[in-house]
């Protein structure tokens, strides 16, 4: 048995007079006041009806009326109780609540219950339940319980019992629904707040307190404190999406920052809307949820790192940086104010990579983009295209092209000075410096990809003049520029084509009797003519038809020896064929050439490949892995031009080297020049003590042989013995 409350109320009457003093009473009053005597029999008949009506009106009282007495039996029932318990008021009356209720326990509270009331003496309201006989079902009561004096001077007491059960479970209900919302939305992770505009009050439950991090206890709940935990920078934004939605424009959603008690901030999704309006349509209550969605917009955030930042550096990549160009272009051409484009291009940064490796490498392209950036103003753009190559866009250098390209050369000197600086990788101190190309910005026409290429190939030019220093590009840079791009079509459709191939130029030996060749390409261009190869080997450098071109030399050199190995008179010449930088460090040259000795079937001890000093030096210690390699497949090597660089006698000693050639420039001043004279004898003196063979190039007159055999050389070329001819011109003999 459930009594839920018990409430108590002052007693105002303390006891009902008996009926008959009642009348009495009643009766000496009327006569007092109206002067009349009153015949009992009257009154008796007003009180009867009286009593009737009293009856009518609590049978037809919904509520439950009884009067019980001072044991708890039923003096009086209404009409409501007597269907309650299934039987009439007339046969309740001198029983109690254990004649009819189905569970004795119940009968048992409502008996003790009375008679506490009774004996306490004061009014109270009781939350109780009862069992409907008829149905079974339980209902629940706010029972009112008066306790009163009968005639008898025995406690008396009258109960009206106000059915509640349906409010009861609409109550039940709403707190179901609450109960369940709640839930859902604590699995949701939707902090929930309800905000009533006439009281400024803010209600949240508990996951919006949590993620925040706050108790309830910390915040005032007004909107105020809304606005506190609100990012300050997104705070504006915020308010205007809630006005806007206050206003009518319908339900808002706004991402935005929340700062959390901690410091923290989050990133939150919130959605609100008015949810009810006063007759004039102004907003009373709004309502509204927001969830936590840090993380997606961290995923986002690195997604858009990934797509527009390089990795490495943390500089915007080509794309990002492709797009702030177009849109500098845009605003040059807007404000008719010069930018500049500045091309950098690391200087022999490969040589860090393989000395010290690749991760050295990393690190110190992390350090140029960190030195980059610190000699940029905020407007302007420092970019990573890919592997040493960065960009620098400077914008708002003003209308006057002279004044534009004296700032831009400023901000390049800059750069040149700041990356030059000595480099700390991994506790060892290394140095690198760049090649800057710079163009100007602002024409109308201007594209981005036209500036890039002005700007590479300025920077091309920087590194043609020696590296480490800047160069702008100009119109007649254009012209070059173009005339290359044309020059390189027609290599490349005249490699196809066959338009280049070998002539032969002979080395003799001290009686003049021919011991070889040096084959050297030559480019029979269907409208120029013969094009010197001083124009096109670069060129085939430049734009990667190198290893094209350098396999075709080297095939057509090998087709020659063993069309000269069918014949004893020449089946001992030997060919030396020149090798350029980027052709030899070309990861797969070593199989290149011995693909191209293998598939012709010529002696590889009868070929011999001249590198420069420069190659040697470029990285030497992977030059001398190729070299042994090629070595020991037979190949014969020689440095060409020896003496014009910086060789250290200590790689000669390491390099497997057959022959040393000595350059043209020393022996045409051999006989006029000391100097010359002295370093012909030395290369000599140093070849015999390496057991190095030595070839004089550029031997064009008798004194100069005469002068180079007394010093022990005993190979020549030159124009005394014969110029580079076709190969179907070639002659055994050197006159
Ligand atoms: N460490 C590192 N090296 C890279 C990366 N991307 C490209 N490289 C290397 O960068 C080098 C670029 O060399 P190049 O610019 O062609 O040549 P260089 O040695 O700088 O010579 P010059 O430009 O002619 O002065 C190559 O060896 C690439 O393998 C990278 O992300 N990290």
Redesign the pocket.
């Known amino acids: 048995m459930d009594h839920v409350v018990e409430t108590t109320i002052a007693f105002d009457r303390p006891a009902c007079l008996p009926l008959r003093r009642e009348i009495h009473a009643l009766r000496a009053r009327l006569e007092h006041v109206s002067g009349d005597s009153w015949h009992c029999g009257d009154v008796e008949r007003d009180l009867r009806a009286q009593r009737a009506l009293l009856r009518t009106v609590v049978d037809e009282s919904p509520d439950l009326i009884v009067m019980k007495d001072h044991e708890g039996n039923f003096l009086l029932c209404n009409k409501p109780v007597a269907d309650f318990y299934g039987t009439t008021p007339d046969d309740m009356v001198g029983k109690h609540d254990g004649d009819y209720s189905a569970t004795p326990e119940q009968a048992e509270f409502f008996r003790r219950n009375v008679i506490e009331i009774m004996a306490r003496g004061e009014t109270v309201v009781v939350f109780e339940d009862s069992t409907d006989d008829r149905t079974g079902e339980t209902r629940h009561f706010k029972s009112i319980k008066k306790p009163f004096m009968g005639d008898d001077g025995l406690p008396r007491i009258l109960v009206i019992a106000h059915d509640i059960t349906d409010i009861t479970r609409a109550q039940q209900q709403v707190q179901e629904s609450e109960r369940r919302l709640s839930y859902v939305l604590n699995v949701t992770g939707e902090g929930v707040w309800d905000w009533d505009l006439a009281t400024d009050r803010l209600q949240h439950n508990q996951r919006w307190y949590e993620l925040l991090g706050y108790e309830k206890a910390d915040l005032s709940s007004t909107l105020a404190d809304f606005d506190h935990c609100v990012f300050d920078q997104d705070r504006d934004a915020v308010k205007l999406a809630i006005n806007r939605c206050l206003q009518g424009h319908g339900a808002y959603r706004h991402e935005h920052r929340m700062r959390r008690k901690d410091g923290s901030v989050i990133w939150v999704l919130e959605r609100g809307d008015v949810v009810e309006r006063d007759a004039e349509g102004r907003p009373l209550r709004m309502v509204g949820s927001f969830s936590d969605v840090t993380e997606r917009r961290l995923a986002e955030a690195e997604t858009q790192r990934l797509a527009f930042f390089d990795p490495?550096t943390g500089l915007p990549n080509r794309r990002l940086m492709l797009d702030r160009l177009e849109h500098a272009i845009g605003n040059s051409a807007r404000t008719s104010g010069y930018g500049a484009l500045l091309f950098i291009?690391?200087?022999?940064?490969?040589?860090?990579?393989?000395t010290k490796?690749?991760?050295?490498?990393?690190?110190?392209?992390k350090q140029v983009g960190q030195r980059l950036s610190g000699c940029l103003r905020q407007a302007d753009t420092a970019a990573r295209m890919?592997?040493?190559?960065f960009v620098v866009i400077v914008e708002n250098l003003g209308a006057d092209a002279m004044q534009a390209a004296t700032h831009a050369e400023s901000v390049a000197t800059m750069v040149l000075r700041e990356i030059g600086m000595p480099y700390d990788i991994d506790g060892a101190t290394c140095c690198s410096t760049p090649?800057i190309g710079i163009v100007l910005f602002g024409a109308p026409d201007d594209t981005a990809d036209e500036l890039l290429k002005r700007a590479d190939f300025a920077m091309y030019q920087a590194?043609s003049a020696g590296?480490n220093t800047l160069r702008f590009y100009d119109p007649a840079m254009q012209e070059a520029m173009l005339a290359r791009a044309a020059l390189e079509t027609s290599l490349r459709a005249g490699l196809q084509r066959g338009e280049v191939e070998i002539y032969l130029q002979p080395v003799v030996d001290a009686e003049r009797r021919v011991v070889g060749a040096e084959a050297l390409a030559r480019w029979q261009h269907p409208e120029r003519g013969n094009v010197p190869p001083a124009e096109f080997i670069p060129l085939a450098e430049q734009c990667g038809l190198i290893h094209q071109l350098g396999g075709h030399v080297l095939q057509a050199a090998c087709d020659q020896l063993v069309r000269w190995s069918r014949s004893p008179a020449s089946s001992t010449l030997k060919i030396s064929v020149n090798v350029s930088a980027r052709q030899f460090h070309q990861a797969d040259f070593v199989r290149q050439v011995t693909d191209i000795i293998d598939r012709s079937g010529a002696r590889a001890d009868l070929l011999k490949l001249e590198l420069t000093e420069s190659v040697l030096l470029?990285d030497v210690e992977a030059t001398i892995v190729k070299m042994t390699e090629l070595k020991a497949h037979g190949v014969c090597f020689s440095i060409d031009d020896f003496g014009t660089g910086y060789s250290s006698l200590a790689y000669l000693k390491r390099l497997p080297l057959d022959e040393l050639k000595i350059d043209r420039s020393f022996v045409a001043d051999v006989l006029t020049h000391p100097n010359d004279a002295t370093i012909v004898r030395t290369i000599l003196a140093l070849a015999q003590a390496f057991s190095l063979d030595v070839v004089a190039e550029g031997v064009e007159t008798e004194e100069q042989r005469q002068f180079l055999m007394q010093h022990g050389c005993a190979l020549f070329q030159g124009y005394l013995f014969g110029r580079p001819v076709a190969v179907g011109q070639f002659e055994l003999t050197g006159d």
């Open positions: 490495l291009d690391l200087d022999n940064f490969k040589d860090l990579n393989d490796g690749h991760a050295a490498g990393d690190t110190l392209l890919g592997g040493d190559e090649s590194k590296r470029d």
